[in-house]
Structures are given as structure tokens and as C-alpha cells.
């Protein structure tokens, strides 16, 4: 299954649609969203590495790449694939990383709409630490999105935000600049927070999804009030649920009193093929998880 080349399946930006490639491990129904798929194919001969993580099975070479395969079972507490016949690899690129997901089973592609998602911790404590939100699909199914961006910085940690990457910046001097930052999950906003305090940016406003920040927009509007004054950046992540970051970004410069906002995206879906998505929606930068240090001088450019 070639995901980039079928034209029809990626969807245009802002309309606060994904699909989702719906994969099997065990008895329970998993998801990815499409754009981080490459590709899906059949198990290819496998390298072991000696002393490696746990969850990585091996390496492979796929078109001169070599690729991590990361044993998704394993991750998530499962048992090994009763059926290996049928298990295949999700080709992923994430973080500006390629990462082969090794699935038992590959079933469909389901659009949806982001309205659709709930976040796990409204159903189960038990899955914040592996799922982004839960999809109850028309004939009464769950499927799972897996975090899968946690799962690969869980493996390697050098993949995620580095803090100590702030010191190319030199010394910093405090901003009174008020940011509103749109992102999901409780890790990546803590990280935020922490680089963006360091970085001299202190009056920051957190919102859970792009539907949370939207009503604070709105909010804002309400008096007809000079927004600018208000705030001066948004900084959204992509995948959200409820509204996420392209269609919130869509909404904002739709909006004949919010469009003067600069709106930055801040994500891991940020790749050379994507990066039209953002374009698309009006977004002034675009920046690619984990570039801290590069999110930090957009928003230097943007705000000063």
C-alpha cells in the first residue's frame, strides 16, 4: 500500500478531517493518521541489534534506508502475533525520523473528523501514556490512535525536545509578548512551557486542543476589543481532538479580527511533502518537532 502516490486519499487543509490507517495488534482495532504513513508492506528480512532497546526488533533496508522496526505489541503490552502470516510494517515518518512499525494486521482507511476523537482520559485512565484519543466508529467499535511520537522519544530519547539545546540562544531577556499555545498533550505543553520561560516568553496561555482555543479567541473578540493587544502569537500542534491545528489556523485567518495573529505550527508532521498544508491555511511559520531552538527564533522574528 503506497500512501503518498494515491492522490485521493490525502485531503485538502482546514477541514478538520483526517483518515486513519486502521491496523490490528492482538483482538484490539489501532490507528495512524494517513500523513504519517508512507507506505505499508510485508515484513522484510530483519537485522538484529545487539544491546538495543527492548521494542526495537532490528533494522532493515527499505530503498537504501536503513529503518528502526519497532515491535508495536511489545510497546503496548501484547503478546507476540498468533497469525505472523499476516503481520506487516507501517512505514511512518515522524519527528524528521523514518520508523518502521511492526502491526499484526492492516485492516482499512476511515475518514473522520477530529470531532469524533475523545481523549482517552475521558473514558480510561489507563491510556493517556499510549493513545492521543479514542474513535467510537458506526458499528459501535473503539479504535485507538497511539501516540506514536511517545513511543519512538520513549525509545530514543535524543528524538524528543532537548532543553539544553537553548543555550545556542545565549542569554535571554524577559518578554511581556502574551502567546497562546494550542497542544494536547500534558508532556509536550510542560516542555513548552519550560523552553519558552527559559527563552524569555513568561505570559503564556495553554489550551488542551484547537477547540479550547478557539473559544478563547472568541472570547477575546466578544467586545470588539483590539485582539493585538490581547495576545501577539499562536503556536498550534497539527493533531488534536475536536479541532486541530490546521483548521483552527483556517478559522483564525478567516476571522476579520483574529487574522492579524501570527499562528505558528509547531509539529511532527512539518516534512518537506506537508509542509503545503500549513501554506494553505495561512500560516505565517511552520516548525518541526522537536526544533525548539528554531521555534523559539520564529517566534523572535514574529513578535519583536
Excluded at 526488533?57 to 502470516?85: C, F, N, T, W
Amino acid at each position: 500500500m503506497e500512501i503518498r502516490e494515491n492522490k485521493g486519499i490525502l485531503l485538502e487543509s482546514g477541514t478538520n478531517e483526517l483518515e486513519i490507517i486502521e491496523f490490528g495488534i492482538g483482538q484490539d482495532s489501532f490507528g495512524i493518521n494517513v500523513i504519517k504513513v508512507r507506505e505499508v508492506i510485508n515484513p522484510l528480512p530483519l537485522t538484529r541489534t545487539p544491546k538495543g532497546h527492548p521494542c526495537v526488533m532490528g533494522i532493515i533496508q527499505l530503498r537504501g534506508e536503513v529503518l528502526p522496526v519497532i515491535d508495536l505489541a511489545k510497546v503496548l503490552g501484547y503478546p507476540p502475533s498468533e497469525h505472523p502470516g499476516q503481520d506487516k510494517l507501517i512505514i511512518a515518518e515522524l519527528n524528521q525520523m523514518k520508523v518502521a512499525f511492526h502491526v499484526h494486521s492492516v485492516a482499512r482507511i476511515h475518514r473522520i473528523s477530529w470531532g469524533q476523537i475523545e481523549k482517552p482520559d475521558e473514558f480510561s485512565r489507563g491510556l493517556e501514556s499510549s493513545t492521543t484519543g479514542i474513535i467510537k466508529m458506526d458499528d459501535e467499535r473503539f479504535i485507538l490512535l497511539v501516540d506514536f511520537e511517545k513511543v519512538v522519544v520513549d525509545i530514543s530519547p535524543e528524538s524528543g525536545i532537548n532543553l539544553g539545546r537553548m543555550k545556542e540562544l545565549g542569554p535571554r531577556k524577559r518578554s511581556d509578548k502574551r502567546i497562546l499555545i494550542a497542544e494536547d498533550s500534558m508532556i509536550l505543553r510542560r516542555l513548552i512551557q519550560e523552553t519558552l520561560e527559559e527563552a524569555g516568553y513568561v505570559n503564556l496561555t495553554f489550551c488542551h486542543d484547537g477547540s479550547e482555543a478557539w473559544n478563547y479567541l472568541e472570547g477575546l473578540t466578544r467586545d470588539n476589543a483590539d485582539v493585538t493587544k490581547e495576545l501577539q502569537l499562536i503556536i498550534t500542534d497539527i493533531e488534536m481532538p475536536k479541532m486541530d491545528g490546521h483548521h483552527l489556523t483556517k478559522r483564525i485567518k478567516e476571522d476579520k479580527q483574529l487574522n492579524k495573529l501570527p499562528v505558528v505550527i509547531f509539529s511532527s508532521l512539518i516534512t518537506d511533502d506537508l509542509q503545503h498544508k500549513g501554506a494553505a491555511v495561512g500560516a505565517e511559520a511552520q516548525v518541526s518537532k522537536p526544533e525548539i531552538v528554531q521555534l523559539v527564533k520564529v517566534i523572535d522574528s514574529l513578535v519583536l
